[in-house]
């Protein structure tokens, strides 16, 4: 395997050169794959407020990976408790 580094430029060239490409076979597929999502690994690191994150997870009852979901503006309500599995209730199941 071999690790490089384009710019901009050279991926978009190297791009077009494989989409101009009549018959693509495996290896050449997965080339055009591998420049396309390469974009993907320069992307930042997130930086959330994780003292925020685990308090608000705490208070809701609910686990960090929630939290997150609720943040990134997935939900717009907070994220349901979870439930005991032991209901302390009178109803007893039918036999």
């Known amino acids: 395997m071999w690790v490089i580094r384009l710019t901009d430029k050279q991926v978009e060239v190297l791009t077009a050169m494989l989409r101009s490409e009549e018959h693509l076979g495996p290896a050449l597929r ?18 959330l407020p994780w003292d925020t994150v685990a308090e608000e997870a705490r208070r809701q009852g609910v686990s960090e990976a929630e939290v997150v979901w ?12 979870r439930r005991s599995r032991a209901r302390k209730s009178g109803l007893k199941r039918p036999a």
């Open 30 to 47: 997965g080339a055009l794959e591998a420049l396309e999502l390469a974009r993907w690994d320069e992307l930042p690191d997130a930086q």
């Open 70 to 81: 609720d943040i990134c503006g997935r939900h717009p309500e907070p994220a349901a408790p």
